[in-house]
């Protein structure tokens, strides 16, 4: 079938397999292969989108059910050369090691911010709390959503 | 990554369109709502429609509406929804007691009440909700809609009274006042499924006896509600010494199984002790609510 | 030596946060990988690439009748599906272990595993190649299973390997350390003694990223290209060599950015053979990638260690000796990837950081139906048992003693003057200042503070529990004249070169797995050479670029690869004074160095950056005698003896008394990992660890149903801690550098994975005192620390 969803402002048409899941999709209809995959029981969160603006497990969504719709992945958070605050954070606070989670974890950061900007400790741990980190540990996470808390953007990022 | 069978795809767009695609597409057809239990299961191979409808495009169907005496919810609401609504907080606690322990908080953006009812696990924690709220459950068919008690909704593990080419569009939870109600769950992680969990609502009486009670446990085997811990509630004025002796009559007549979760002795355990926190807790709200 | 400060930084163009050489500096990897451009196994097209999927065995042990390939060969995009028979008469069907043995790549004669590789299926694309699987038939003819490795000796047990010519029972291996009859004189006449069964259950390191492979033969060149999820990619180029036949230098590894390793990625799993079979056979290139339940069933476990302990002591608190009698289950293979001499890996260390009169181990490994593997996850070679059993009996001597479990600890550390330490089982302990490391933890803690809110909370019928470990790691493995894995010296290569305009790239045989080797290696050569931490390049992770080592795991990047680099920087420092003499027409021995310049002694207006030395080098200048027109050097490390890093942590932990729930409330950890390279990166190599013992200590763990069906076989039953289950870590270190390292650097990479488990379980069980609980074995899930509240508390296997 004909699927067309907006990605990262762009609209995108390919032809899929209605049982083709968003991340496979994602990664091998559209070749953005910023978004990974951990598991197949949407327990890891490695997979993270946002659909509509909301955070989403990519494996457990299917293609076609994001026909229409707005998807943002890991490419479209920076605008252009100039990073999203939460990707500086990451960089700034040591909140990644081998970088397989960390799309996931930055989207869900980016999708709290949005909706509460200056979220507490207890607040990031429960935002994140549907994605598994095995090299970090959460707590430098925590302080790099807490550092891009504390640098907004300066200007809307559009994408 | 695990791959499901191949399927064909319908996107209904209204819910008579998903009905008159459930009619047409047969007995292999099933309703994709957030698809958060259904695919993965897929996934594994463990279920394999022919045809799935898509349901998530029927505004229609998500939505929170308070009337004076009854609090309708579409089926499609998320869980993210009930679990920030103003409504439900102020009216059902134990709704939002339920909610912040499903799953986790990127799941519970697409699953769905109406999912969850639907897809009638064992461990499933809106079940019990629904079962202590005494909520109905509406059903529309092609022959039209059809009102249900929630305790005829679930037929048992995985299966509903909801036929093939119906769909479950509407839970309705009656208002009522001097009533509190709190739901609480041991899980061995967060997002786990529970270990075992308790729900009770409460009313109370306007000289704080005991009007109404009804006690729900998930993952240890009871069906419907706690019917000889309720008895012995009714009427009587709140106290320690009740929920302890209710906790254990509870504790009695659930039928809990050994797994990975626990043995049996501490799953009936966590079933007595459950019950008396969330008694205690409703009873608590109930009088505050007064 | 210890205690000293983070050594200051020298920065760059007076810019604070770029250190030239040592210091907290943001990683030079995370600009790609914060824009999603990392580059991963699953992530490569390559033109024509076919995929391959595996059929697994759904049972635990039969014997395989018949299978039946037909309907899955007729799927119009299949290209091949591959059985045992087919590998036979190849020769692979049987592939050698890690630990003298083999192991089936395609079970022939029958499966002894839930989830072994029984058929491969190459196809178009990944789901034709799931959708073929279910058209093969396999006809099993159900055998007993040995699943309880304590029934596995029994006469009358199923014997797993009876391929084995000669092969009656589940033996594999005894070995012993230590002295047995002077221990066993130490225990006879000792005032205490205390005992316990101590079981490390199963577990897995189950990296977000799961394993997977490209394989890409050209027949007409005859060379291989295979990109792997390996964490040692040169050890897998040999060992394809040997197993496939195809000649070394036909053989390309390539392993791209690796989305965590563990141990996991040390191994040459099946799935890898199959892909390079699978393209041989095609002509084509094929991925495997495994699905998750893929790498949790059989892939690398870790652990399943069953030890009995005994600690002997005097009335006041002196502890004398350790013994320990172990039952290793090591699944169905003999696959432990550890140095061929120590079949129990380094379990040795189970004297910890005591000064004991005597020690003996005996270890006994059996084979049994569950997947292989057993060194993984963080474990440095079977520390994690080790300092687990010895923190773990401490403490129940500490409570038999009625003693306080740090002053027991602090009255048998071993003493500062007595390091270099040479232990009851064979190890020397290169450094150590041991007690000050420990009374920084509790100052931070607050212990004594601590101890008061126990008692009060106590009193109230609150379960506050406050536990304590102090270890010892040996890692960086290691001399080779003890170490070699499968006859290869346990050694690693660097090679530095210094470009025209100053620029420079160092070549790795290790790989990192998310430790941020671009930078810290950038930083060791910016130390020694002072070229700017960004004007260097770190490349690894491909065997046609880089020299030969054994790869990362172990802990050993920075103790044995850190030492290959400081060298190899060294010798193009050593070289470019030669230069700069030639240049400033003095003599070498005339010159200083000061970071990044060669000068003239007493004249430091008379000098050469490194950048002018190296263009000279280049250039048209007349070089000494002797010396060629390049700055590069490379050496290859061979480590003079392990490193012990060391540590001690607390941790304070509230327990629902109404449902066994333990939540982890604080955790502090205190490090000595010597020279501190990255604080920021040690850090978090720190964190990981932790949040790995809080997730074995609490959930984690592969166990196994009578039949041998595997229970922990997905995310939703194989728990992992999210951000909700572990505190906000709070951590000190202290610096005792190791005297044989040229840096002083000691590793850091698995500290907190070994140290931090017992840490977490001695605060389970001290909350459980009220209830005379002294042990109790992980993972301590709320209904496994209920059981142990009534008095039940029971092993997990």
């Known amino acids: 079938m004909q699927i067309t969803m907006t990605v990262n402002g762009k609209e995108m048409t390919r032809e899929a397999e209605p049982r083709v899941l968003l991340v496979h999709h994602i990664r091998e209809g559209l070749g953005l292969t910023g978004t990974h995959w951990g598991c197949d029981t949407s327990n890891c969160g490695t997979c993270v989108v946002l659909m509509d603006g909301q955070p989403v497990k990519a494996c457990t969504v299917l293609a076609a059910m994001a026909a229409g719709h707005d998807i943002r992945t890991v490419e479209g958070l920076a605008n252009g050369a100039t990073l999203d605050p939460v990707q500086q954070g990451f960089m700034e606070e040591h909140g990644l090691q081998c970088g397989f989670c960390t799309p996931g974890m930055m989207l869900t950061a980016r999708a709290l911010l949005d909706k509460n900007p200056d979220p507490d400790e207890t607040e990031i741990r429960e935002a994140i709390s549907g994605q598994i980190c095995r090299c970090t540990g959460y707590a430098t996470i925590v302080r790099s959503i807490r550092w891009a808390a504390e640098h907004p953007a300066t200007e809307e990022v559009s994408v | ?245 209710a906790g254990r009559l509870a504790a009695e007549d659930c039928n809990p199984v050994e797994d990975q979760r626990g043995p049996v002795d501490y799953k009936r355990h966590l079933a007595d002790e459950l019950t008396r926190r969330v008694l205690r807790r409703a009873c608590a709200l109930a009088a505050q609510r007064g | 030596m210890t205690l000293v400060e983070e050594r200051e930084s020298n920065p760059a163009a007076g810019d604070a946060a770029r250190p030239i050489g040592f210091g907290r500096l943001q990683r030079k990897e995370d600009p790609r990988f914060v824009r999603g451009k990392g580059h991963y196994l699953d992530d490569i097209v390559l033109p024509g690439m076919l995929h391959g999927a595996i059929l697994r065995s759904p049972v635990a042990h039969a014997r395989i009748r018949s299978i039946d ?70 006809d099993y003819d159900l055998l007993p299973v040995v699943i309880d490795a304590r029934k596995a000796l029994d006469p009358d047990a199923a014997v797993v390997r009876d391929e084995i010519e000669g092969r009656t029972d589940n033996h594999i291996f005894d070995w012993e350390a230590g002295d047995a009859a002077a221990t066993e004189a130490v225990f006879a006449n000792a005032e205490v003694v205390v005992s316990e069964e101590v079981v490390y259950p199963r577990v897995h390191p189950a990296p977000m990223e799961t394993c997977g492979a490209v394989a890409d033969y050209d027949a007409v060149d005859g060379k291989l290209t295979l990109y792997e999820t390996t964490q040692a990619p040169h050890a897998h180029r040999t060992l394809f060599a040997i197993v496939a036949g195809i000649p070394e230098h036909k053989i390309r590894v390539i392993s791209p950015d690796i989305g965590g390793g563990f141990g996991n990625k040390v191994g040459i799993y099946p799935g890898y053979i199959l892909a390079v079979v699978g393209s041989i056979v095609t002509g084509r290139p094929v991925k495997w990638v495994e699905d998750r339940s893929e790498n949790l069933m059989s892939t690398s476990f870790a652990r399943d260690y069953i030890m009995r302990g005994e600690v002997a002591a005097t009335k006041d608190g002196r502890i004398l000796a350790v013994r320990t009698t172990v039952l290793a289950d090591h699944g169905a293979f003999n696959a432990t990837a550890q140095p061929t001499k120590y079949p129990a890996g380094f379990f040795h260390m189970f004297t910890g950081s005591y000064d004991l009169q005597a020690a003996h181990c005996k270890v006994t490994g059996v084979y049994t139906n569950k997947a292989p593997g057993g060194v993984a996850y963080a474990c440095s070679f079977r520390v994690t048992e080790a300092v687990y059993l010895v923190e773990r009996m401490v403490d129940i001597l500490a409570d038999k003693l009625e003693m306080d479990p740090i002053q027991l600890r602090i009255k048998n550390l071993i003493r500062p003057e007595q390091f270099p330490y040479a232990n009851k089982t064979g190890w020397e302990y290169d450094s150590g200042d041991y007690e000050p490391t420990m009374r920084l933890a509790m100052e931070i803690a607050g212990y004594d503070e601590l101890r008061r809110e126990q008692a009060e909370k106590r009193a109230r019928g609150e379960l506050m529990g406050i536990g304590v470990a102090f270890f010892t790691e040996t890692v960086g493995a290691g001399p080779r ?164 890093p060391y540590g001690a942590y607390i941790c304070v932990v509230d327990i629902d008394p109404g449902t066994g729930h333990v939540k982890v409330r604080r955790f502090i950890a205190v490090d000595d990992c010597g020279t501190r390279i990255n604080p920021m990166i040690i850090e978090g190599q720190v964190h990981g660890g932790l949040t790995d013992g809080v997730g074995m200590a609490l959930m984690e763990i592969i166990s196994f149903d009578d039949q041998g069906n595997c229970l922990g076989g997905s995310f939703m039953d194989y728990l992992i801690p999210t951000a909700m289950e572990v505190p906000d870590w709070e951590t000190g270190f202290t610096v005792t550098p190791s005297p044989h390292h040229p840096i002083g650097a000691k590793g850091i990479g698995e500290s907190a994975t070994v140290g931090s488990p017992p840490a977490v379980v001695n605060a389970v069980v001290d909350a459980l005192q009220p209830f005379g609980v002294t042990h109790m074995d992980m993972p301590c899930t709320p209904a496994r620390v209920w059981a142990a509240m009534q008095g039940r508390a029971t092993p997990p296997i």
């Open chain 2, 1 to 245: 990554m695990q791959i499901s069978a191949p399927f064909d795809y319908a996107r209904a767009e209204s819910v008579d369109d998903a009905i008159a695609l459930l009619e047409r597409h047969g007995p292999e057809a099933r309703v994709l709502a957030g698809g958060h239990s259904l695919l993965p299961m897929m996934k594994l191979r463990l279920a394999r429609p022919e045809w799935l409808i898509d349901i998530n495009d029927l505004a229609e169907l998500d939505f929170i509406t308070e009337a004076p005496d009854m609090v309708r919810i579409g089926a499609m609401t998320r869980h993210t929804t009930l679990l920030e609504s103003p409504v439900m907080a102020r009216l059902f606690p134990i709704v939002a007691d339920a909610e912040r322990v499903i799953a986790d908080p990127v799941v519970r953006n697409r699953g769905t009440i109406g999912g969850s009812l639907c897809q009638a696990d064992p461990a499933e924690d809106l079940s019990t909700v629904c079962d202590v709220l005494r909520a109905k459950a509406v059903i529309r068919g092609a022959a039209g809609k059809r009102v249900i008690e929630i305790s005829e909704l679930r037929r048992g593990p995985y299966e509903t009274s909801v036929a093939q080419n119906e769909l479950l569009t509407e839970i309705r939870l009656p208002v009522r006042a001097r009533s509190g109600s709190a739901y609480e769950k041991v899980e061995r992680r967060v997002g786990d499924w529970a270990v075992a969990a308790a729900g009770a609502s409460v009313v109370l009486a306007a000289d704080g006896r005991i009007e109404d009670v009804a006690i729900g446990l998930t993952a240890v085997g009871l069906e419907g509600t706690a019917h000889r811990a309720e008895d012995s509630l009714r009427g009587q004025v709140p106290s320690e010494e009740l929920f302890t002796a």
């Open chain 3, 69 to 138: 390939t037909t309907e899955a060969l007729a799927h119009p995009k299949v290209l091949a599906v591959i059985t045992g028979k087919d590998l036979e008469g190849l020769g692979l069907a049987w592939a050698p272990t890690l630990s003298a043995d083999v192991q089936a790549v395609l079970a022939t004669d029958k499966v002894r595993f839930q989830g072994q590789e029984v058929a491969f299926v190459v196809a178009e694309d990944r789901y034709a190649a799931r959708d073929a699987l279910e058209l093969i038939d396999v």
């Open chain 3, 481 to 644: 004249k003890h170490m070699d894995i499968v006859g290869l010296g346990m050694n690693d290569g660097a090679e530095v070169r210094v470009h025209p305009t100053g620029k420079a790239v160092v070549r790795l045989s290790v790989q990192s797995q998310g430790q941020g080797h671009e930078t810290t290696f950038a930083q060791i050569v910016a130390e020694e050479i002072g070229i700017p931490p960004e004007d260097i390049e770190v490349i690894h992770g491909d065997t046609d670029n880089t020299p030969f080592g054994l790869g990362t795991y172990g802990s050993r990047s920075t103790p044995v690869s850190g030492g290959a680099v400081a060298l190899a920087s060294r010798k193009v420092r050593d070289k470019a004074r030669l230069i700069a003499a030639a240049m400033l027409e003095t003599r070498p021995e005339d010159l200083e160095w000061e970071k990044g310049r060669w000068f003239v002694k007493g004249d430091p207006e008379q000098g050469k950056t490194m950048a002018e030395i190296a263009f000279a080098t280049h250039g048209t200048l007349t070089l000494p005698e002797g010396v060629d027109g390049n700055l590069d050097a490379e050496v290859t490390y061979d480590p003079p003896n392990l490193t012990f």
